[in-house]
């Protein structure tokens, strides 16, 4: 173990960056952090986690090593610049045979509501079924690159901070943020690292993510998200080049789940983890304190995650829940990645039609657009059935996945989320 985490470190400091102003401390011992000499200040992020903000990142390192106490420090590595999926034409795709459930004009445009039969995940045919209807209202926190929050089909299921007045550059609920009215933004700082209450979105990814899981329904406009009972709160985390901080992450998940965010949607990802363990355990202790589930893409590299780690994908965190990409046709998609035991099941990403800034609508591809599918169908049964955790709803899903030979091998489940059979087995 030693020999590898080693091999990883000297990967890491070869071809990975890092924010070479802060460090990630785990300590037991908070008080000794503030009369480190290379430091400027201390910020809690939770738990035993704390990050440092310093000139020299390297002489912050040596001073812990030589502390006689039980202090682990890691890097705040970037994840490296990547493309992110793009906007493939802005033209809805020919509509199902099956007129859909909803009124919006382009609802019967996003293929994923499909039956089980035609590849879909039965998202119409569960509204039609004669199930209970949604009771709670469920948070689902978007980490990517934020929200159009004046979309014609996003505005009205924005999550809204109300301890917080917009617009006047105050933190009125003394939360540490000014003016996150629909979220923050970590990558805009002031000068002490509080992270912004601005999160728009300023590329689309964030934008389509959001209207998958939750754009308005039956209000005459655009598509249907596939949460009915849900509001959307929105963190700007994720650069337009893909290139997040393991802090960001960290604060984005802390924040969330602090504001009663029980669904956050990751879908980003990186190739390694330098040895890291602070994501992991913010994903870990959102679900045991805040009982919060974590959905994560699995990546777009078309290769075997059991064996070829990617993260936060590969993290065996109990309440995190890994999605595969499907086609149209029932085809595990060409890019996404597999693993028998690092993914847990499937959802459709290819060519998903979704909201785009700006009142557009486009299609996308990726797992991150099936991540977003399995977290609305999460929030749905979530709403109808408030009582799961985590660890239950994910387990739900799994079970009543449809399942597919050509599947067999490549996740856990086998098998693509079906909102149907879940609402079915409940």
């Not at 202090?71 to 493309?83: G, N, P, S």
């Amino acid at each position: 173990m030693k020999l590898l985490l080693g091999w990883i470190l000297f990967f890491s400091v070869s071809a990975a960056e890092y924010n070479p102003k802060r460090l990630l401390i785990k300590t037991q011992s908070p008080q000794l952090l503030k009369e480190l000499k290379n430091q400027n200040r201390i910020h809690h992020l939770f738990s035993s986690w704390y990050v440092a903000y310093t000139e020299d990142v390297n002489k912050l390192e040596s001073e812990l090593s030589e502390l006689k106490t039980d202090i682990i420090f890691e890097r705040d590595y970037r994840a490296q610049k990547k493309a992110l999926p793009k906007i493939e034409n802005s033209k809805s795709l020919p509509p199902s045979n099956n007129k859909s459930f909803f009124n919006d004009p382009k609802a019967d445009s996003v293929w994923s509501f499909r039956d089980a039969s035609n590849h879909g995940s039965s998202i119409d045919k569960a509204y039609q079924g004669n199930f209970p209807s949604p009771t709670d209202k469920i948070i689902v926190a978007i980490v990517d690159t934020g929200i159009d929050y004046n979309h014609e089909d996003l505005k009205d299921v924005m999550w809204r901070n109300s301890g917080e007045i917009p617009d006047n550059n105050i933190d009125d609920d003394q939360n540490g943020y000014i003016d996150d009215v629909h979220g923050i933004n970590t990558l805009k700082r002031d000068d002490q690292g509080n992270a912004s209450g601005e999160m728009m979105d300023t590329h689309s990814h964030g934008s389509h993510v959001s209207g998958t899981i939750g754009a308005a329904q039956n209000n005459g406009v655009g598509i249907a998200g596939i949460a009915s009972n849900v509001l959307l709160m929105g963190i700007r985390t994720v650069p337009n080049s893909g290139d997040e901080l393991d802090v960001d992450v960290v604060e984005s998940f802390i924040y969330a789940a602090k504001n009663g965010a029980k669904i956050i949607n990751c879908s980003f990802g990186k190739d390694r983890n330098e040895g890291g363990q602070a994501v992991k355990d913010a994903i870990d202790f959102i679900g045991e304190k805040y009982g919060t589930l974590v959905v994560a893409a699995a990546g777009n590299s078309s290769r075997d995650i059991d064996s070829r780690l990617t993260y936060p994908a590969s993290y065996t965190s109990t309440n995190l829940m890994v999605i595969g990409s499907t086609t149209s046709n029932g085809r595990m998609s060409y890019f996404s990645n597999y693993g028998s035991k690092s993914v847990d099941l499937a959802a459709p990403g290819s060519q998903i039609y979704s909201t785009t800034p700006g009142n557009s609508y486009g299609n996308m591809s990726g797992t991150s657009m099936a991540s977003p599918t399995a977290a609305g169908i999460a929030a749905e049964v979530l709403s109808r059935h408030p009582g799961l955790t985590p660890q239950d709803l994910k387990a739900v899903l799994m079970k009543t996945v449809t399942k597919s030979r050509r599947m067999r091998r490549s996740m856990a489940s086998q098998g693509r989320i079906d909102l149907y059979n879940a609402l079915n087995s409940l």
